[in-house]
């Protein structure tokens, strides 16, 4: 049953240019399942970490990969590198972001409050 399965060689590039998780995938692993590794081998001492597996992104050729699909459902290139390993970068968007910007329009609205009457 291995062998009729396809394996790939990746490799995980961080922010600071860091490869991490380099191993060999099935292609049936899921997006979701390789940001959880990545969660759990994050390098210690960096400035940027991710909390959990929603807080990564992972791009391959250009395009966000959707958790829930495979690496054969993402169309990842499987053997036209002999020898080689195909690099996905690492992303960290922690969701404080986002609540801090619901905050900044939500406080907006009422900053701006004014009012003309034309007599």
């Known amino acids: 049953m291995a062998e009729s399965e396809e394996r790939i060689e990746l490799k995980f590039r961080i922010?600071?240019?860091?490869?991490?998780?380099h191993s060999t995938y099935s292609s049936s692993t899921t997006?979701?399942?390789l940001k959880q590794k990545l969660v759990?081998?994050?390098?210690?001492?960096?400035?940027v970490t991710p909390k959990s597996a929603?807080?990564?992104?992972?791009i391959h050729a250009g395009k966000v990969l959707e958790n829930s699909k495979t690496l054969a459902d993402s169309r990842i290139t499987f053997g036209?590198?002999?020898?080689?390993?195909?690099?996905?970068?690492?992303?960290?968007?922690?969701?404080v972001t986002k609540k801090k910007t619901e905050?900044?329009?939500?406080?907006?609205?009422?900053m701006n409050s004014c009012s003309?009457?034309?007599l």
């Open 40 to 47: 759990a081998e994050w390098p210690q001492g960096k400035t």
């Open 15 to 21: 922010y600071d240019g860091t490869d991490i998780a």
């Open 31 to 33: 997006v979701g399942t």
């Open 80 to 95: 036209d590198i002999p020898g080689g390993a195909v690099t996905m970068h690492v992303v960290v968007q922690p969701p």
């Open 54 to 58: 929603s807080d990564l992104k992972l």
């Open 103 to 110: 905050k900044n329009q939500e406080d907006k609205p009422t």
């Open 116 to 118: 003309c009457a034309i």
